[in-house]
């Protein structure tokens, strides 16, 4: 099994902060790779998939970026939309998607 | 446009079984598959597993298995997933989403409330 450990758990920011969330992967996934975002009660939504490809109408200021095992998930400058739960999840196989266990972006 | 509609909460006892549907509309339904992820209260997101809708090939996570069974009826484009032998661990949202085999999960049904109590 691929285990994805993300870090930090919880990030606390202001508005218009440069905002990394780090998932690293247990075995190379190349860049088999996507970031969903999760607000309270609602369904995770696609940002970014490919490692570093952006969903449509997803806003520019989210970007990816790595390969491998290690990756990175960027916020360029933090909006009051932004502040919810972040999700990596590998697919390099439908055997077993496995996803990290979230990162919480809080307002300072 | 696509959309993914699941059926209603559900309050099950110790021991039951659940069955949440999930029922697709917008894009060619068996062009695709259909993955369950579950999200217990306050935790993070858990692959079930999925279903080839082309060929009802089936995949189901290690944890899970003998549990659970995913099927589909694809004159209706609805996906079922139903979970036996319930605990108070089962207790979580359910969520189903558009899987296509090294894509991301790109669509998501609204989720599924199963609460287990006695």
């Known amino acids: 099994d691929i285990q994805m450990t993300q870090s930090p758990s919880t990030l606390s920011a202001s508005v218009g902060d440069r905002v990394t969330v780090t998932c690293r992967a247990s075995?190379?996934?190349?860049?088999?790779l996507a970031w969903y975002q999760q607000k309270p009660g609602k369904a995770p939504k696609l940002l970014i998939y490919?490692?570093?490809s952006l969903e449509s109408g997803v806003p520019s200021r989210f970007s990816g970026s790595g390969s491998g095992t290690e990756f990175t998930l960027t916020i360029s400058s933090l909006q009051p939309d932004d502040f919810a739960t972040y999700f990596c999840?590998?697919?390099?196989?439908?055997?077993?998607?496995?996803f990290g266990g979230g990162t919480k972006v809080e307002i300072k | 446009q696509v959309q993914l509609v699941q059926s209603g909460a559900e309050v099950k006892k110790p021991g039951a079984s659940v069955k949440v549907s999930c029922k697709a509309s917008?894009?060619?339904?068996?062009?695709?598959?259909i993955s369950w992820v579950r999200q217990a209260p306050g935790q993070g997101l858990e692959y079930m597993g999925w279903?080839?809708?082309?060929?009802?090939?089936?995949d189901y996570a290690q944890t899970l298995q003998g549990r659970v069974t995913i099927t589909a009826d694809t004159s209706t484009s609805t996906a079922y997933m139903e979970l036996r032998s319930l605990t108070s661990d089962d207790t979580a949202v359910y969520y189903c989403?558009?899987?296509?085999?090294?894509?991301?999960?790109?669509?998501w049904g609204q989720g599924t409330l199963v609460t287990v109590s006695s």
């Open positions: 999840q590998q697919y390099t196989t439908y055997s077993l998607l496995t």
């Open positions: 490919k490692a570093s």
């Open positions: 279903i080839r809708l082309y060929n009802g090939y089936t």
């Open positions: 989403a558009r899987a296509e085999p090294l894509r991301p999960l790109d669509y």
């Open positions: 075995h190379s996934i190349s860049t088999w």
């Open positions: 917008g894009y060619t339904f068996t062009n695709y598959g």
